[in-house]
């Protein structure tokens, strides 16, 4: 059925057959496509790395939210963390990209140096494996947004 559906633009619809067609049955969304907000995504991550609080270094662990919210004030990091209209999986935000900065913060000692798995079975809650667990090492390809991170850390605690 999807090979019968063509993309349209707004300035492209004829109202008469878009009408003729939701009559008919012959009119199908596609709700993944959806562009998700800036605020959705701010408070999406927000919620995610909260689970993994435990997991914050005692050094840390006052600074932590503060580490976030610089991070998530940067267009930059929100950017990166916005999901693509093409994503199957990470529809509300980017986890992958979520992964690496958690990564690069584990490197700075922000969070304990536990186990890939630990960290996935408590961002994830669940003791499934998943495909997100190995972008924790991988830290960002972005060299800008590499150079921000450690800023914001050395900052936060200087």
């Not at 907000?37 to 997991?55: L, T």
């Not at 914050?56 to 503060?66: F, G, I």
């Not at 958690?102 to 079975?121: F, H, P, T």
Request: aromatic share 10%; proline share 3%.
């Amino acid at each position: 059925m999807k090979k019968n559906l063509k993309q349209v633009r707004p300035e492209d619809f004829d109202v008469k057959a878009l009408m003729a067609a939701a009559r008919e049955g012959r009119l199908y969304v596609d709700e993944r496509r959806t562009i998700v907000s800036k605020e959705e995504v701010i408070k999406e991550v927000r919620a995610y790395v909260a689970r993994i609080k435990p997991f914050v270094t005692p050094k840390y662990r006052p600074l932590v939210d503060d580490i976030w919210e610089q991070i998530l004030s940067c267009d930059d990091f929100v950017e990166f963390l916005t999901p693509d209209v093409k994503a199957r999986k990470c529809r509300t935000f980017n986890k992958y990209g979520v992964m690496r900065i958690i990564g690069v913060l584990r490197e700075k000692n922000v969070y304990e140096r536990y186990s890939d798995r630990k960290y996935v079975a408590l961002l994830e809650q669940t003791d499934r494996d998943c495909s997100y667990r190995s972008y924790l090492g991988l830290g960002l390809e972005q060299r800008s947004l590499l150079l921000k991170i450690r800023q914001i850390v050395s900052l936060t605690f200087g």
